[in-house]
T-cell receptor, first 109, second 113 residues
Framework: QKEVEQDPGPLSVPEGAIVSLNCTYS??????FMWYRQYSRKGPELLMY????GNKEDGRFTAQVDKSSKYISLFIRDSQPSDSATYLC?????????FGTGTRLKVLA | EPEVTQTPSHQVTQMGQEVILRCVPI?????FYWYRQILGQKVEFLVS????????KSEIFDDQFSVERPDGSNFTLKIRSTKLEDSAMYFC???????????FGQGTRLTVV
């Protein structure tokens, strides 16, 4: 079983839609969870950082962590064409960050 | 806003040559990382570095790779004898502590010909 699993997509949605991106993980010791956005041939850009279970909101973005289900989500409200990118979930391991494969999102104008 | 900077942005090298990729982490950060991303694939961990020594390394990080913090600001990745399969984007990252988020640079695209 992979440590972090993420549906690679691609996911296409119309402008203004609510987008839901998800990851599952296997290691119950993970406590710190991140979402990054990556444009083609660019570095991952940190969007959200959460500790343990619960919700965190920042503008149009909401991150959710459910440690009991080992499941994390990122919601994007009122999606824009500029949100088109690959979204990476990541978890903090002992001395490293472990990434999912990334989900490609395309928001259609 | 503080950021991680990497140079060069693109490097082309011949197979068998040595390359050094350079990074300037965020100034108050203590933990440093190198990651690799082959085109179209996932971001893969190479090595983490804290207190002037390697904390963890992956199977990819074999004897041809080394890291160094030569002074108070730079963090380098050296690949001794490059192979075609080393062609990838290499990302440097840093974090303030072992329990905070990591910030990534824009990457160095390494092309081995």
């Amino acid at each position: 079983q992979k440590e972090v699993e993420q549906d690679p997509g691609p996911l296409s949605v119309p402008e203004g839609a609510i987008v839901s991106l998800n990851c599952t993980y296997s290691n119950s010791a993970f406590q710190y969870f991140m979402w990054y956005r990556q444009y083609s041939r660019k570095g991952p850009e940190l969007l959200m950082y959460t500790y343990s279970s619960g919700n965190k909101e920042d503008g149009r973005f909401t991150a959710q962590v459910d440690k009991s289900s080992k499941y994390i989500s990122l919601f994007i409200r009122d999606s824009q064409p500029s949100d088109s990118a690959t979204y990476l979930c990541a978890m903090r391991g002992t001395y490293k960050y472990i990434f999912g494969t990334g989900t490609r999102l395309k928001v259609l104008a | 806003e503080p950021e991680v900077t990497q140079t060069p942005s693109h490097q082309v090298t011949q197979m068998g040559q040595e390359v050094i990729l350079r990074c300037v982490p965020i100034s108050n950060h203590l933990y440093f990382y190198w990651y690799r991303q082959i085109l179209g694939q996932k971001v893969e961990f190479l090595v983490s570095f804290y207190n002037n020594e390697i904390s963890e390394k992956s199977e990819i990080f074999d004897d041809q790779f080394s890291v160094e913090r030569p002074d108070g600001s730079n963090f380098t990745l050296k690949i001794r004898s490059t192979k075609l399969e080393d062609s990838a984007m290499y990302f440097c990252a840093s974090s303030e502590s072992g329990s905070t988020e990591a910030f990534f640079g824009q990457g160095t695209r390494l092309t081995v010909v």
